[in-house]
């Protein structure tokens, strides 16, 4: 019996993470029934729609970064995917999860703790946090992008690397972004919805 486990195409992870990944997914499904993590009709598909769309973003994650931040945590998409993704295979990767919900931020400590991720929750406004030196600053169905670009460019390192997980839309929005913002874009087709992409996007700058 192998021990790595296709988490999609591509991409593979071993059993012990796949096995956190699915603990994660049960403590989020038990938390759910309190507090709103994720819309009730998405969780029968936990796993697509959110614990594999989040996972997508740790293939692009590049050799050397020591800081990710995740803003707007939430229910711990893509953050604590993420975390216990690079658990693994970049242990010294530091991750601070940026949640301003109370009843979400001690679900996400909660979630650290049984995982066993070394990870920071700030349980504060974004704009009210002093710069926090991400080398990834990554964000899901936070914001529109315009908004996402003046977070960036506060939070990340001059050599930082932004992900954003972007539905239909994001074309319209990254044409309403460069009307204040010059940036360099890749958008990358998403594993799990055929007119969604990551937007992976760096050199941020106002203008």
């Not at 936990?46 to 994650?61: G, Y």
């Not at 600053?137 to 460019?153: F, N, T």
């Amino acid at each position: 019996m192998t021990d790595r486990l296709d988490l999609f195409a591509g991409f593979s992870v071993s059993r012990e993470t796949y096995q956190s990944l699915q603990a994660f997914g049960e403590l989020v499904e038990k938390w759910n029934r309190a507090i709103n993590l994720v819309s009730k009709s998405t969780v029968e598909d936990l796993w697509s729609r959110h614990i594999v769309d989040s996972a997508q973003l740790f293939p692009l994650t590049e050799p050397g970064v020591r800081h990710w931040v995740d803003v707007g945590s939430g229910g711990g998409f893509p953050g604590i995917v993420v975390a216990v993704l690079a658990k693994e295979l970049y242990p010294d990767l530091r991750f601070t999860l940026v949640e301003v919900d109370q009843r979400k931020a001690a679900f996400l400590r909660e979630a650290c703790r049984k995982l066993g991720l070394e990870a920071v929750v700030l349980s504060e406004r974004i704009e009210n946090i002093a710069p926090l030196e991400a080398d990834v600053l990554s964000a899901r169905a936070l914001a529109p992008l315009s908004g996402l670009m003046k977070i960036a460019d506060l939070h990340m390192t001059p050599g930082g690397t932004a992900l954003f997980l972007k539905g239909s839309q994001y074309e319209a929005e990254v044409e309403a972004a460069r009307n204040d913002w010059a940036f360099d874009l890749t958008a990358i087709p998403s594993v799990t919805g055929s007119e969604s992409a990551v937007l992976q996007v760096k050199r941020i700058k106002h203008v």
